[in-house]
């Protein structure tokens, strides 16, 4: 099935298992052994992520999964607001026949959750990974995507022999549409106060206690500091009625593991069901 987004573009939608109904925002294709694949395990990722969370979560959850940045990745978006983000995410739901259902996303994903959560009474459990729902680094992230923005109109040789989890010194390969609808999103959000934020449904939010990144100029001279408000702000973030998970030793990308994830999803998610 397909849900049509606010721009007319259309989303596949893959619909998994039976249960209460989880929108996640993955890539539903297994792994493979190519390149891509070798190249993403070196920097800590997990090929088939979203494939290895649907098939450990399907005997549990109606699960939802519909790759939504590489959507945006593929058909970049002229005007990715926070609230046409909201519209997708409930067309991705309409599409599924879920009225009511639990989100879970990663990184920015979990940071849209939360501005879906605030719109529209239909999330009934929100987990937010890799992403502080109090402090979150809304001004870091723009200017990191400002710098990407740039840097996609202009780019520079690559650096050579780059080691893999050297962030600043890593060249990407956007174009300057895909990294301006996300510059456009958090220019949007900077003027958006998360210490406002008042929901009424279960929720968890959890990251690595080493998630960190530090950019130097070239980047915008920011330190993108995920761990810091968990560190900092639990006592404000559990008095608001979240419950906080800081997961020991694991950074940006450890944290996001389906080994990490899932049984934080099957733990908790299940039982607020």
Known sequence: MFATLHDGARIDVHVHGEGPALLLPVDPRPADDGPAAEALRAWGG????GFNLIKGLEDRFRVVAFDYEGH??????KDLTPANVAADLLAVADAAGADTFA???????????LQLAI?????????????PPIDGPYREML?????AW????NPAPPAENVTPGDWDNATPSASPAQTGQFMALYQELQEFDDRAVTLDIPRLCFAGSEDTI???????????????????????????????????????MGAMRSAVVLPILTGWVGRQG
Not at 122 to 129: E, P, Q, S, W, Y
């Open 46 to 49: 997990e090929p088939g992520l």
């Open 72 to 77: 945006c990745l593929a058909v970049p978006k």
């Open 103 to 113: 989100y879970y996303g990663y990184s920015w994903l979990a940071m849209v959750g």
């Open 119 to 131: 719109r529209s009474d239909r999330v009934d459990t929100l987990v937010m990974g890799g992403y």
């Open 143 to 147: 200017a990191v995507t400002e710098a």
């Open 150 to 153: 740039e840097y996609a109109r």
């Open 214 to 252: 530090v950019y130097s100029d070239k980047w915008g001279g920011v330190t993108v500091d995920v761990a810091g408000p968990f560190l900092r702000s639990r006592a404000d973030m559990e008095a608001k009625g979240w419950e906080v998970r800081v997961l020991d030793g694991l950074d940006h």
